[in-house]
């Protein structure tokens, strides 16, 4: 499949890897919007947060209950932000669904 993610999961394009398990990875953004900006990706494809649904929504929990040690590992230790850009009007622009975790500075109210 032509997914960038998908490549980066099964090794074909490096990344700068935070965390693996069997279900899913956490990389630095090539494009960091602040001092630390990582991904939170599942390892299957789902395209956006429009496709969760109670068939594969464990794999989104799973996520959730280990961004906390995924911050902390990152030396998040003052807050961070959780975003996730879902289809066309969000901006996606990669279509496998991910959770940017962002912080490490003061961010400002809003980010893009
Ligand atoms: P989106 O706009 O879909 O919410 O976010 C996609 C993110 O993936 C962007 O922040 C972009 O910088 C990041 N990204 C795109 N291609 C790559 C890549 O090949 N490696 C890494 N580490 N990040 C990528
Ligand atoms: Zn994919």
Not at 31 to 56: G, M, Q, R, W, Y
């Amino acid at each position: 499949m032509d997914c960038i993610f998908c490549k980066i999961i099964n090794g074909e394009i490096p990344s700068n890897k935070l965390y693996e398990d069997e279900k899913i990875i956490a990389f630095h953004d090539i494009n960091p919007e602040a001092k630390v900006h990582f991904l939170v990706v599942p390892k299957e494809h789902i395209c956006c947060a429009d496709k969760i649904d109670s068939t594969n929504s464990q794999i989104i929990a799973h996520i959730f209950e280990l961004i906390p040690a995924l911050a902390k590992k990152a030396g998040l230790e003052n807050g961070y932000r959780i975003i996730n850009n879902c289809g066309e009007d969000a901006c996606q622009s990669v279509p496998h669904i991910h959770f940017h975790i962002i912080g490490g500075e003061k961010l400002p109210e809003h980010i893009k």
